[in-house]
């Protein structure tokens, strides 16, 4: 039938082309879980009430060794450019409400290049990468619209920081919606759902402000907890069980529109829980703020389309700079669009496929910290993690019920959050080094500094830190704007002042 064997390849190419250009492109629903700690999901501890969260991670694939950021901007930053933190000015922490900061302009964003591969892209949650110019803002970056929070940290139901309300539709700013935020924003994913034109695909960024500060949470959530002694711990159990219902409701808005099985669902928390709030992270070391691995190791999956091997578990390097290609490879782009100079690689096919990872090597930070003398960085290779200065202020292994010995009373939680390392650095006279080298692989829990025995792999690291320290960036961590101060704008949130 074919003359020989050159014009069979050539007709199977062709077959292959044209149904790879006709194959309709999966719909992608990113989910963020704010300040979830590893210990925090059904699937990592029984006592934990997440039955949506668990059916979609063990219908998919866990990843067990994905890594973010010690804190919320950096994280976001990363997924959203594929560029480390450090080469942006951003490592040092959150963007404060009124520092004039935002990722930076000329590193792109991936919902960009979705919009530019056909997608829809709608967005309802929390920014947190900056808005005092309006080209910082979601529907400037990528996303057809926005409903949500451009900081972090608000009031669940007034939706108020400081001293400003900041919750806004697209450009508007928005009042009198005092629902309880997991809830406003499962309805508004559902009506994206709902009112989405299936001829196109559908990119669903769901940042939750779940389950960070300020603990609240409806009474019917926290009553599933009637066992934990501890209140902070209970109401924050509800808070993850609030957020969980909300995943139900919006799964079920992808089946109830037939659009479940050509949906790929990405779940990932932004940073480790927080000791001081409820968060757990045992028996992984540490938690949000610092670089141990319970800062920094996030609970993720990824679910439906897509995924060849239902039900097991990917323990592949994964980094959160590695979503940006990544989340554009499974959107079906070529990899000229997604490996443009970025620090980000390409794991579809590792997560997908089950195949080996991309990823060798991470840095978890580096920030010369101004309040500690030695900064702060850590870098894992293959097997090995070396911190190399402070790590951050909590450093201990803690239970689900335990208190942090230190909470500082502070109104808001961001001045806790400086207080907290500033408390931290006078109480051990600034000189906690914290160097350590922490064979992962043996001892995910970094129990077991093994610097001395290893001289020969601390240098290797310190060397490998000191090349990624070329392309470092000054964090940009300006001192307030008064202008940003939300009477200038109606007592909102806005932009408008950089
Ligand atoms: C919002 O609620 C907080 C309590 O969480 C309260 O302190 C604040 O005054 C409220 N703000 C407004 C504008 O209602
Ligand atoms: C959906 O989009 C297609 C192509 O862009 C268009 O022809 C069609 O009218 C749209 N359907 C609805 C219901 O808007
Ligand atoms: C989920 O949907 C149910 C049924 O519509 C509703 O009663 C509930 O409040 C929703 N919960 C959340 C968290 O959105
Ligand atoms: C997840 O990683 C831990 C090491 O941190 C390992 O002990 C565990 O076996 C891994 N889980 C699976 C299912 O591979």
Redesign the pocket.
Known sequence: MYRNLRELLLTIMAMLMLSTSLAKPRHIVFIVADDLGWNDVGFHNADMITPNIDKLANRGVILNSSYVQPVCTPSRHSWMTGIYPFKAGLQRGVIFPEQAVCSPLDMKFFPEKLQKLGYSTHMAGKWHLGFCNWDCTPTNRGFDSFLGYYNGAEDYYNKTILNGIDFHDNKEPISGDNR?S??VY??RAKSVIENHNKTKPLFLYLPFQSVHTPIQVPKRFEDMYPDIANDQRRQYSGMVS??D??I??IT?ALVDNGMMDDTLIIFTADNGGWPGFGGNNYPLRGGKITIFEGGTRAVSFVSGSGIAKPGSTYNGLIHAVDWHPTILAAAGSSTDDTNDNIDGLNQWKAISLGGESMRTELVYNIDNFVLAPNGHAAIRVGDFKLIDGYPGPYRDWYKPEQEYENNPHVTTDYQYYSKIVQDDLVKNNGLWKGDGLYNLKDDPTEHHDVSKQHPEIVKALKAKLDEYRKSYVRPNFPSNDPKANPKNYGGYWMPGWC
């Open positions: 309880y997991a809830f499962a309805d609030a957020m219902e909300a139900g409701n079920q």
